[in-house]
DNA sequence: GATTTCACGTA
DNA sequence: CGTACGTGAAATCC
């Protein structure tokens, strides 16, 4: 055996481990497992995230797997991935594949024909490996242009042991920090729970004494703020944010609310008993983290970690002796469109650190219309017609519109797509209906392809990180759909950063090896994540 | 009690 | 300038 060879792995209820090679399995400790990793570095083949946490709370780390659930929605699309769909979708698409197949394939009937698995035990998640392995590159032989889904599965699959290692490290918070932020925002922690309705009602007050005569209500209910606000001559539709931003500063009453609204936010949501849940002893944040979601493939991230307030990051301190490189990748979408769609003259704008700019000059418009122009072609605009910008878009950059107009038209007729590193993404279901939502399906399209190959990009930036910072006592300790943050030695911050900006080339060329794309990083160094301006 | 709606934070 | 997700509270359904 050699390194990078699949060898198969289980976590077991009592808490030991099944370990199968070729025909054969033997139990084994996490450390057992951790000493096989450091002689052979196979590519563990794994149903799941859960053998990682598992082994993680074992005390060992796997450099490389091969995740089974990971492939298979990459291969099929959707979020059910668990062992026994995955191996019955594995043997359905093998049937599928045969030409004289016709129509949506009933994975529920085809379970039941498939050959019976009747433990999924570590040979198993070997056989399930090797046969995704297998059914990816016949697929490759039919594919030109885009990117192996074999180097995608492999991202994808590292990627969800990067997840189980977020999950179990969390994200350093400094709690005295984090407490003394709240209590600008939301005043000090309240005593019980009549110290906590005190601090509420006078928070409240602070709106309703602008209420006119006799107004008051709820504010935690839309429909009573709807009709405070129609008793103050603000009548509006619903009372969303953006709604209510254009009578802010003629009406106090408005202006009070909407400042309600923020600190109620930060007080509901990321309070004292967010960080009492989340915030573990040991100055770590900790949420549940997948490699990706059912649509079209973003990793996703609970306990907000996805959706922390901007004000809030100041409380995200690297420890002492340490600091944070953070990366966010520059106009990933507009580069990624250039990457998928092949377009030449797009491609050649990206060699711009501002790829607006050579934008601009072609379609001879100024940079916020050229970027408008760019952005509503990748979304789908519904407001306006999009102008001369627009127009020249189409013919400036044929290609590229020509591929995003090809996915609309997929989503809007159900038909299934693929994003640029192999994912399915499922439009089918879709039955006739409204215009308005099929417009909507057309930009959903849209969307995905672009939104999806950015996270396969990203994620193979991740795992090449995770990676090549390891041996610098480094980890990733926060992704967020464009941007890392990386929790590293403070005497090895500056290393850790130039790898970073090494990595984006390296995950580049393995992702996109036919594009002369360019990907841009803004990459500093900082003790906390709110420093590190962007 | 479970599900839907509204709202809003992040990218 | 659109899409996505996670969250919490109220409203609504059953």
Sequence with gaps: MKRGDLVGLLAEDDG???VAVDGAEAAGSAAEVAAAEEALRPRWAVWSQ????????????LATCWDVAAVHRLLFGGWRAEAGYAWACLHGQEARDVPAAAGEPDLFSVAADAPDAPVLGAAAALAAARLQRAALDEHALDEQGGASRVSTARSESTA????AELSADGLPVDRDAAEKLLAGIIGPRPRGAVDAAAIRAARDERVLRHAPDGAGGDLRSPAQVKSLLAAAGIDVPDTRAWRLDEYKDRSPLVAALLDWRKAERISTTYGYAWLDEHLGPDGRLRGAWTGSDGGAGRMTASSGLHNMPAVLRQAVLA??????????LGQIEPRVLAAVSGDAALAAATAADDMYLPVAAELGVDRPTAKVAMIAAMYGQTTGHGGVAARRMRTAYPVAMGYLDAADRSARAGRDLRTYGGRLLRMSGASTDSPAREAARGRYGRNAVIQGAAAELFKMWAVTVRARTAPLDAGIVLCLHDELLVHVPAGRAEQAAALVGG??????RRWAPHG?????ADI??????????S
């Design 16 to 18: 030991g481990f099944t």
């Design 50 to 61: 859960a053998t990682a946490r598992e082994l993680i709370r074992g005390g060992a780390r």
């Design 160 to 163: 969800e042991l990067l997840c």
């Design 319 to 328: 420890e002492d002796g340490h600091l944070f490189v953070r990366a966010d």
């Design 503 to 508: 990595c984006l080339a390296e995950a580049a």
């Design 516 to 520: 002369r794309i360019r990907f841009i």
């Design 524 to 533: 500093t160094v900082a003790r906390s994540w709110a420093e590190a301006k």
